[in-house]
């Protein structure tokens, strides 16, 4: 076989060091705990996370909140969901020959509990029975946001400030009046394509104080709450795209994936759903002049 120089081409060996972690069923945020002071060549070290040898198919899934799936210096995460457990994931930790910069610690952090999986959704959908305990002391609204920390709010008012570029981690509902805690639940859009498990009125769904900024919602009523009420939304991203008042019963996100900055939520009757909704439901879209 023909050496580097011999073929014109430099070949270089990665050092490695990889981890086996186990995993209970639930939902779960990997991440530098802390960024990497330099970087000895562009994207070293990383981390990549992926799901071990052991494991089969479609018990656990992993997605890099980047394109490439690599965890890298700053902001770098991987979201991974185990239907069912115990479930092993490698994390993998790649830097140059002689490196002497710190291997990057890695913190896993937990977004949610158990996953029904949508074969179960209709057999198990009491994904908790009553209001969540203390959900009546809790504001209406409550939200973590960038650089602000935990802010609280109410139906019909604005969370978040639109054109801040502050964005929003999580948030909470719970409910004051026409319906119960119980009878609202909703998802936070974690990266593209992922969603959190469905939470009721109480829970505080998403993460805090991790940077890791959501990317949309979506928000729905069950039991009589249902047959006569909605929950309409508008909403605003870091990159200008803006949802007009349309129905939540949608992933609210931006064509661009741009992370969600402020929403604003109100409870109507049904029959005023018609009224004045967005006819492009759910999708964020920048105004033009």
Not at 9 to 37: H, R, W
Not at 64 to 71: A, K, M, N, S, T
Not at 169 to 190: N, R, T
Not at 219 to 238: D, K, P
Request: glycine share 12%; hydrophobic share 40%.
């Amino acid at each position: 076989m023909p050496n580097g120089s011999e073929s014109g081409k430099s070949i270089v060996q990665i050092q490695s060091n990889a981890s086996l972690m186990t995993f209970d069923a639930g939902l779960y945020c990997i991440f530098m705990s802390k960024p990497v002071e330099h970087f000895a060549a562009p994207g070293f070290p990383a981390v990549k996370v992926t799901q071990a040898p052991n494991i089969p198919q479609g018990l656990v899934t992993i997605s890099g909140l980047d394109e490439d799936g690599i965890i890298s210096n700053p902001g770098g995460a991987a979201l991974v969901r185990v239907n069912r457990g115990p479930a092993q994931v490698l994390v993998t930790t790649y830097s140059l020959p002689n490196d002497t910069t710190e291997i990057p610690d890695v913190q896993v952090a937990r977004l949610s509990g158990p996953v029904i999986r949508p074969a179960e959704e209709g057999a198990a959908s009491d994904i908790a029975s009553g209001a969540h305990p203390g959900a009546q002391n809790m504001p209406e609204i409550s939200a973590h946001i960038r650089s602000q920390g935990d802010v609280t709010g109410s139906f019909g008012n604005w969370v978040g400030e639109p054109g801040s570029k502050q964005w929003i981690e999580g948030f909470g509902l719970s409910p004051k009046k026409d319906i119960a805690p119980e009878d609202i639940e909703y998802q936070a859009m974690l990266g593209k394509g992922w969603l959190s498990p469905w939470v009721e009125g109480g829970t505080f769904c998403g993460s805090r104080g991790m940077a890791l900024p959501i990317l949309g919602l979506r928000v729905r009523l069950r039991n009589a709450a249902a047959e006569n009420f909605a929950v309409m939304v508008e909403a605003y991203f870091v990159d200008g795209s803006q949802v007009e008042r349309t129905n939540a019963d949608a992933v609210i996100s931006a064509e661009s994936h741009a992370a969600l900055e402020a929403f604003k939520l109100d409870i109507v009757p049904l029959k005023a759903v018609g009224k004045g909704a967005s006819p492009v439901a759910g999708r964020g879209r920048k105004k033009t002049a």
